[in-house]
Nanobody, 121 residues
Framework: QVRLVESGGGLVQAGGSLRLSCAAS????????MGWYRQAPGNQRELVAE???????NYADSVKDRFTISRDNAKNTVSLQMNSLKPEDTAVYYC???????????????WGQGTQVTVSS
């Protein structure tokens, strides 16, 4: 009933920048936290950054001062500006949102399909 579509991944050299975007669509009543996770080969999926509907943010220590998360509540979108990228940032990045669907009285977790980010040294 809810779809998250990511865009903006790609290949970049170390020190470069990328911007990821994610748009949520469907029978959405409200969205609480939106965030970005990543998973590198052989690793568990980990939180990169998250933002509440009121704009409070939380970042993984490894990306603080390099990445910035933002959202547009009116458009149900979340973005991740990634600067000073490092090879260790290489991973599949997933958008996540806690969504209350119309006529459903609970929060449900939704995920995008993932977008590849590759940082070359």
């Amino acid at each position: 009933q809810v779809r998250l579509v990511e865009s903006g991944g790609g290949l970049v050299q170390a020190g470069g920048s990328l911007r990821l975007s994610c748009a949520a669509s469907g029978r959405i009543s409200s969205i609480n936290v939106m965030g970005w996770y990543r998973q590198a080969p052989g690793n568990q999926r980990e939180l990169v950054a998250e933002i509440t509907s009121t704009g409070r943010t939380n970042y993984a220590d490894s990306v603080k001062d390099r990445f910035t998360i933002s959202r547009d509540n009116a458009k149900n979108t979340v973005s991740l500006q990634m600067n000073s990228l490092k090879p260790e940032d290489t991973a599949v990045y997933y958008c996540n949102a806690a969504v209350k669907v119309v006529a459903v009285k609970r929060w449900e977790d939704y995920w995008g399909q993932g977008t590849q980010v590759t940082v070359s040294s």
